[in-house]
């Protein structure tokens, strides 16, 4: 019976990558993976860097803007120091000419001093005067925090610097603003002011956009730089695949060509023994036939001894004929497997050339399934026929055995080895051993040729994947 194959599944062509893929993929993707760390490496130090130094100008900017705040209060209270050191806490007249000279105490475009009671009543306020008269205990500011609490809190302890938001007088819109408060004691005063730090975080905000801008570019840089690595990559990758496939094209001729040259071999063998054995068989045949007609027209009583003789000649024409039909494809690998296949082998060739052959192999019947029992064969086949032409070799010992890596096929001798262009060598180049090279490449095997003074070993192995599993043993036995 003609055996069923089990089709195997297969994925789908498109879901498959080419070698040329898997290379590119294998450069590119630790080159991108490594631009992108190294990417946001820089990012993140630049960023911490420069965050670092930001806050550190941020600092410096706003502790100058305090002194400058407590150089402008020294200079107020130089202003009304010797009126408030003399007056009494009820002396209305001094307190007046205070609040006058405090209110003429204007700097810059906003900036002012402002006085308030502890109460919470302003008493000064030049550049906002609808504050003036007012009670601000309580109320919130812009950022709804109580900012004059705080003022007269901090006025009591002796003075200290408060942050907040302020209208802007210039504006009129509430920008952030630092102020210096001190308390007149014996009046019971809140006297500050303040200095608006819009400018500071402006350059602040400067220069985070500026950072953020040297991040982008350092991004495009290595962009740009990782971008004509892949380029590179692939133009190289392009190029070696070009010339690989030249190569392979090359490899791909020349293996037609051996293969047609063997084909040839091969067809000028079986015609040469057609001519040389069968076709000399039949013409003998075809002379005792003849003899035996014309001795029956004479009636010659020898005509049986030529019909026998004519007889004795097919049979040795049918013994020719199954002997290299044999040859090309014995059926015994077929009906009873590698092993029984090996030892017809090993017995026509020692009846045949005299080198004494053995065969050592368990009973593998169809353990290994027809790709691999056929290229074993002619492994074999190839390698007897290398022994008999090369070698020198008086013996032969061929051993078959399985493993838990699969199966192999060992074939040695006590001949020449490769000295002298032994085994193929001189014939083609080894064209004998590059034949089971491609045999058992073509099956995902190896094969291993050792050489020594004693003689040469061929070791030929078959991986496990061409083992058949029982159940598909039993159905082949069917």
């Not at 950022?143 to 007269?152: H, S």
């Not at 302890?157 to 210096?180: A, D, I, Q, R």
């Not at 009873?336 to 192999?361: K, V």
Request: charged share 25%; hydrophobic share 40%; proline share 3%.
């Amino acid at each position: 019976m003609a055996k069923m194959r089990r089709p195997q599944a297969r994925p789908p062509r498109g879901a498959r990558l080419s070698y040329a893929q898997k290379i590119f993929l294998l450069a590119t993707v630790p080159l991108l993976l490594s631009a992108l760390s190294i990417a946001l490496l820089v990012a993140a130090q630049s960023r911490q860097t420069a965050r670092q130094e930001i806050a550190f100008l941020e600092n410096e900017l706003i502790a100058a803007k305090k002194a400058e705040l407590r150089n402008y209060l020294s200079l107020a209270r130089t202003a009304f120091g010797i009126t408030y050191g003399r007056a009494l806490p009820d002396d209305e007249e001094a307190k007046l000419k205070v609040t006058q000279t405090l209110s003429a105490m204007l700097y810059g475009q906003d900036g002012y001093f402002f006085v308030y009671d502890y109460d919470g009543n302003n008493l000064v306020s030049p550049r906002r005067t609808e504050m003036i008269g007012r009670n601000w205990l309580g109320k919130p500011g812009p950022d709804g925090r109580k900012v004059v609490d705080r003022m007269i809190e901090v006025a009591r302890k002796g003075g200290g610097y408060l942050t907040y938001e302020w209208p802007k007088p210039s504006t009129g819109k509430p920008e952030k603003m630092v102020s210096y408060v001190i308390g007149l004691q014996d009046w019971r005063w809140a006297v500050g002011t303040g200095v608006f730090i819009d400018d500071v975080l402006a350059t602040v905000a400067a220069e985070r956009a500026e950072v953020e801008e040297r991040v982008r570019r350092t991004f495009l840089y290595i962009g740009a730089i990782t971008m004509a690595a892949l380029l590179l990559v692939f133009l190289s990758g392009l190029f070696i695949t070009l010339r690989e496939r030249r190569l392979a094209d090359a490899k791909l001729m020349a293996l037609t060509q051996r293969i047609v040259d063997t084909q040839e071999e091969e067809r000028s063998r079986v015609a040469r023994e057609l001519h040389d054995g069968i076709s000399q068989i039949l013409v003998g045949v075809r002379y005792a036939l003849e003899l035996a007609q014309r001795r029956l027209k004479a009636g010659d009583g020898r005509a049986g001894e030529s019909l026998a003789r004519g007889i004795e000649h097919l049979k040795g024409a049918i013994r020719e004929v199954r002997r290299i039909s044999h040859a090309l494809r014995p059926g015994v690998l077929d009906d009873l497997g590698l092993g029984p296949a090996l030892q017809t082998l090993t017995e026509d060739f020692q009846r045949r050339t005299g080198i004494h052959c053995t065969l050592q192999t368990v009973v593998f019947r169809n353990r290994l399934d027809e790709e691999a029992r056929i290229a074993l064969y002619r492994i074999a086949q190839e390698a007897l026929t290398n022994i008999e032409r090369h070698s020198g070799a008086s013996e032969v010992k061929i051993e078959l055995y399985g493993h838990k890596r699969g199966a192999t096929l060992r074939i040695s001798d006590n001949g020449r080895g490769f000295e002298g262009g032994a085994h193929g060598q001189g014939s083609g180049n080894g064209l004998g051993l590059r034949n089971m090279q491609e045999r058992i490449e073509q099956i995902g095997g190896t094969l291993r040729v050792l050489s020594s003074r004693s003689g040469l070993a061929i070791e030929a192995t078959v991986p496990l994947s061409h083992m058949l599993p029982p159940e598909e043993i039993g159905k082949e036995s069917a």
